[in-house]
């Protein structure tokens, strides 16, 4: 088994009767967490009309989206700015965890 190693997809080549490639994400992978941010966005949209309050909650969309495109445009990102990228985009989706689990609450009561 031989390891290729690319900065924007991680990927095993397997060597048996030809060269098959599968995408392996890694669990703290910007890519992914980027697409967790936008799904509970998604979600506190959803949840926001059946709560009754008259604001939606602080997402920060445009500030998250920002900071990714800002990582992803990099070439070959240092390791501290990768960690930094995952920090960020972390306490983003759990800002949002936060919120629709506030939010659900208020529904079921």
């Not at 008259?54 to 800002?70: D, F, M, N, V």
């Not at 930094?84 to 659900?104: D, P």
């Amino acid at each position: 088994m031989a390891y290729s190693e690319d900065y924007r997809k991680r990927t095993i080549e397997y060597h048996r009767e030809g060269k098959t490639q599968a995408a392996v994400k890694e669990a703290f992978d910007v890519n992914l967490l980027n697409e967790a941010r936008e799904k509970t966005e998604k979600i506190i949209g959803t949840l926001h009309p059946h709560t009754g309050k008259k604001k939606k909650p602080r997402t920060y969309r445009k500030k998250a989206r920002k900071q990714y495109l800002g990582f992803v445009r990099t070439r070959k990102p240092w390791k501290k700015a990768v960690r930094r990228a995952v920090r960020q985009q972390l306490g983003f989706v759990e800002r949002n965890l936060k919120h629709i689990g506030l939010n659900s609450y208020i529904i079921y009561e």
